[in-house]
């Protein structure tokens, strides 16, 4: 199975900062990711599909790349209602596989 | 709009089974694979599988086969999932997903396992 690391496991920033969460792929995946933001007690929701395409109505601070297999989710600034977990997802291959999560706090 | 609309919470005796449900309205049911997806505090989101609606085909992941069971039934646009053999690791939060990248997901449904 494809691994993907996520880190980091946990963060705390500000409002208005940039964050940047990454998930390093065991191996090329081409732009078979995506992520995801899930808030307590609801189900995760898409935000980038296809490594960098913003899904429907996603606030466009929010953005994705590629760098070979390392992949990143970028919050350009940070607002009240980012707080969350944000988990990767390869399609790549089955069995699709998700990043562990990355925590965001408000500091 | 397209929802998906799961069952309700299951409490459930090791060694037993569950069926818990996912149905679908907002669209054309068979329009859509439907994907199931498993989520503990440990393991974090797991791929289960996925069943094509038009033809009852399905994909496991190895790590569920034997203990998920796909099935739809199209005349109510209802998707289901039985897990046997229950013991204490399967409990979890499950959910039911469509649409490419999992565009939307069902509510999700609590099975919990316990004597």
């Known amino acids: 199975d494809i691994q993907m690391t996520q880190s980091p496991a946990s963060l705390s920033a500000s409002l208005e900062e940039i964050v940047t969460i990454t998930c390093q792929a065991s191996q090329d995946i081409g732009n078979w990711l995506a992520w995801y933001q899930q808030k307590p007690g609801k189900s995760p929701q898409l935000l980038i599909y296809?490594?960098?395409s913003l899904a429907d109505g996603v606030p466009s601070r929010f953005s994705g790349s590629r760098s070979g297999t390392q992949y990143s989710l970028k919050i350009s600034r940070l607002q009240v209602e980012d707080p969350g977990i944000y988990y990767c997802?390869?399609?790549?291959?089955?069995?699709?596989?998700f990043g562990a999560g990355t925590k965001l706090e408000l500091k | 709009q397209v929802q998906l609309q799961q069952s309700g919470a299951e409490l459930a005796k090791p060694g037993s089974s569950v069926k818990i449900s996912c149905k679908a309205s907002g669209y054309t049911f068979t329009s859509y694979y439907i994907s199931w997806i498993k989520q503990t505090t440990g393991q974090g989101l797991e791929y289960i599988g996925y069943?094509?609606?038009?033809?009852?085909?399905?994909n496991y992941n190895e790590k569920f086969k034997g203990k998920a069971t796909l099935t739809v039934d199209k005349s109510s646009s209802t998707a289901f999932m039985q897990l046997s053999s229950l013991t204490p690791d399967d409990s979890a939060v499950y959910y039911c997903?469509?649409?490419?990248?999992?565009?939307?997901w069902g509510q999700g449904t609590l099975v919990t396992v316990s004597s």
């Open positions: 997903a469509i649409k490419g990248w999992f565009a939307y």
């Open positions: 997802l390869q399609g790549y291959s089955a069995p699709y596989t």
């Open positions: 296809g490594a960098t």
């Open positions: 069943i094509n609606t038009g033809s009852g085909g399905t």
